[in-house]
């Protein structure tokens, strides 16, 4: 597999996450219901440098009442996403699905963590797995519980 730009993953998560938001505005909010087998979720943390709330358009591939679990990968690029970076520094976040939103604690998977819940995340959408080869840095599975 070949590798990609950083660029090209930037610039393709942009058209991902603005499609996204488009096919909601569109909708009032009706669609899509799952992405790719997928829970859509919007992220709420606090930049790590500018201190101010940024959403992020995400997708949960584990979504259940006791947690949500979400994937650094960033489209298989060299460095951590920016909402992964500020969670990291701040674990207090925000998780809204269907116009509710809820606080949540997030923590980075443990190695243990992260090779326990790996299969199930590869099954909801395989193309974690070629993320992950398409990348030398260990891409970070992120445990989102209720506040």
């Known amino acids: 597999m070949s590798k990609q730009p950083d660029w090209a993953i930037r610039i393709g998560a942009w058209f991902l996450e603005n499609g996204h938001r488009a096919v909601l505005a569109l909708t009032g909010g009706r669609y899509p219901k799952k992405?790719?087998?997928?829970?859509?979720?919007?992220?709420?943390?606090?930049?790590?440098?500018?201190?101010?709330?940024?959403?992020?358009?995400?997708?949960?591939?584990?979504?259940?009442?006791?947690?949500?679990?979400l994937v650094a990968s960033y489209g298989g690029g060299t460095d951590n996403p920016a909402w992964y970076k500020n969670l990291v520094k701040n674990p207090a976040v925000e998780i809204a699905v269907d116009d509710v939103t809820r606080p949540f604690t997030a923590h980075t998977a443990s190695a243990e963590e992260k090779a326990a819940?790996?299969?199930?995340?590869?099954?909801?959408?395989?193309?974690?797995?070629?993320?992950q080869k398409n990348t030398d840095r260990d891409i970070p599975v992120i445990v989102c519980v209720p506040a």
């Open 35 to 69: 992405v790719l087998g997928m829970q859509p979720v919007e992220l709420y943390t606090i930049g790590s440098k500018t201190g101010q709330r940024r959403g992020t358009l995400l997708t949960a591939p584990i979504y259940e009442p006791s947690r949500v679990v």
């Open 117 to 131: 819940l790996w299969p199930a995340i590869v099954k909801v959408n395989p193309g974690y797995a070629g993320y």
